[in-house]
């Protein structure tokens, strides 16, 4: 079975610093992996997403993503965080099997701190 | 691209009555949609997969004959929650995917959500 860990339920960063919002998975095989964000009262914007290629993904807003195939790890970053990206932000996985199942994580609350 | 919609975005019922929920894929053509709920400060639940122009294929614990889902054409898929009760209010979140073979067929799309509350 396919499962995501994000193991900060919240996460408090000053503004202009650097943040990450950290992302562990479980999956049979190679991962598909996807980072998505969510407002209140909204559903989920798709930010990037991992399928295969280089680590280090890039995606909308200035948000980052690096896959760690040996830590099973895929971390959400940001150079510098702006108020507006105050959001809960939740990682998915699914297999590459053709499994079209999502299974996502708890979401983290992160909160950008002027 | 890949704007997915949704309608209403929140409704009010009585208890008993039937909801009917759209979910439109605006600008690309959607093989494969999904039905979630979400509880308040929870995580997304996946309730059924939409495929077109076949039955839908429930999660384990979903009643199928309570959360109905026609997926009748490549950009629309309904949920119709019947004889609401209080305990069916939620958040629910319909996504969308792209047909296999296109650039962004892995990805899920999401609508906007809505919120059912049923009195």
């Known amino acids: 079975a396919q499962s995501v860990a994000q193991p900060e339920d919240q996460v408090n960063v000053a503004e202009g610093n650097p943040l990450t919002v950290k992302c562990t998975y479980s999956?049979?095989?190679?991962?598909?992996l996807f980072w998505y964000v969510q407002y209140p009262n909204r559903g989920l914007q798709f930010l990037l997403k991992?399928?295969?290629?280089?680590?280090l993904v890039k995606g909308s807003y200035g948000f980052e993503a690096e896959f760690n195939k040996s830590q099973t790890s895929f971390h959400l970053k940001k150079p510098s965080a702006l108020v507006s990206d105050s959001a809960l932000y939740f990682c998915?996985?699914?297999?590459?099997?053709?499994?079209?199942?999502?299974?996502f994580g708890t979401g983290t609350r992160l909160t950008i701190i002027p | 691209g890949a704007v997915v919609s949704q309608h209403p975005s929140w409704v009010i019922c009585k208890s008993g009555t039937s909801v009917k929920i759209e979910c439109r894929s605006l600008?690309?053509?959607?093989?494969?949609m999904f039905w979630y709920r979400q509880f308040p400060k929870q995580s997304l639940m996946l309730m059924a997969t939409?495929?077109?122009?076949?039955?839908?294929?429930?999660e384990q614990g979903v009643e199928k004959d309570k959360f109905l889902i026609n997926h009748a054409s490549l950009t629309l898929s309904t949920l119709t929650v019947t004889s609401a009760h209080p305990e069916d209010s939620s958040f629910y979140i319909c996504?969308?995917?792209?047909?296999?073979?296109?650039?962004?067929?892995?990805?899920?799309?999401f609508g906007p959500g809505t919120r059912l509350l049923v009195l």
């Open positions: 996504s969308a995917r792209e047909m296999a073979g296109t650039r962004n067929a892995e990805t899920q799309y």
């Open positions: 999956v049979s095989g190679n991962p598909y």
């Open positions: 991992y399928i295969t290629g280089d680590n």
């Open positions: 998915a996985v699914r297999d590459s099997f053709g499994n079209e199942k999502l299974t």
């Open positions: 600008d690309f053509q959607a093989t494969t």
């Open positions: 939409s495929n077109e122009g076949s039955k839908a294929t429930y």
